[in-house]
């Protein structure tokens, strides 16, 4: 198979993929609103919530929540997660194969032409009066619910700059961390690359869309707690084409704590 061709088939595949993982996302987030929403019935008087005791402290089931439902969607939501980490790892194998493919479409002695947006942005000097930043991590296992999800990011986001980190001092996706440590309470600057339509509950500014159909996006995000764990609910990635450096600690993957 030519690398075009691979690069056709692995496109398609992330398209299935995205949507499969959207359709997943959209049920556990109807779930997570479901538990935590008072009922709309006169029969319970409080949400179940995610995690909250469903047995009273004399050992019988709690006569203010529905607890068949809640045990119910519970579990459901525990095989939705299990189901979106397995997609997001085979959308990050994907993304790794379909770069492979990309890059060996383009003939060594001509080097790759820049997409318009990048072309317009390094006439200009960009957005803002600075060059346009390559990507440097990719947003991965954006759990509904989380601070991440509500600020406007998503699963398969590229990211350009995350607050004052961008690809030239991110030190091998630490500076991420560092940032967002210092951040809790208080809104962080993301610029993304995004392929595909933006939500429409996302939040965000769209800069700009060039001919692959990438969006950039400036979102606001706010680390806190919530009731997953961690303060963003999400992990990042480092990307390929990312500036060299010793692999980052825990196989490649930086937490958001």
């Excluded at 398609?12 to 935590?36: C, N, P, S, Y």
């Excluded at 194998?93 to 492979?100: G, K």
Aim: net charge negative.
């Amino acid at each position: 198979m030519s690398a075009h061709a691979a690069a056709s088939t692995l496109r398609k595949q992330l398209l299935d993929l995205d949507r499969e993982r959207g359709a997943v996302e959209e049920e556990m987030q109807a779930i997570i609103e479901e538990l935590t929403s008072p009922p709309l019935d006169g029969k319970f008087s409080q949400p179940a919530g995610l995690t909250e005791p469903l047995v009273a402290p004399d050992g019988f089931p709690r006569a203010d929540v529905d607890v068949y439902n809640a045990r119910h969607k519970r579990h459901r939501l525990s095989c939705l997660r299990t189901d979106h980490k397995g997609l997001m790892t085979a959308i990050e194998a994907a993304l790794h194969e379909l770069h492979a493919a990309q890059a060996s479409e383009t003939p060594p002695s001509q080097p790759a032409r820049a997409a318009p947006e990048e072309a317009e942005n390094g006439a200009n000097g960009g957005a803002n009066g600075t060059a346009h930043l390559a990507p440097f991590c990719l947003a991965n296992d954006v759990l509904p619910g989380s601070p991440a999800y509500l600020g406007g990011l998503r699963s398969g986001d590229r990211i350009q700059r995350f607050g004052n980190v961008d690809a030239t001092n991110h030190r091998n996706l630490q500076g991420l961390a560092d940032v967002v440590r210092h951040s809790i309470g208080r809104p962080i600057s993301v610029e993304t690359q995004r392929h595909g339509p933006a939500s429409a509950s996302t939040s965000a500014s769209t800069w700009a869309s060039n001919a692959t159909g990438a969006l950039r996006l400036v979102l606001e995000v706010t680390p806190g707690a919530w009731e997953g764990r961690g303060v963003l609910g999400c992990h990042f990635l480092p990307l390929l084409s990312g500036p060299p450096g010793p692999p980052p600690e825990e196989g490649g993957t930086a937490r958001a704590q």
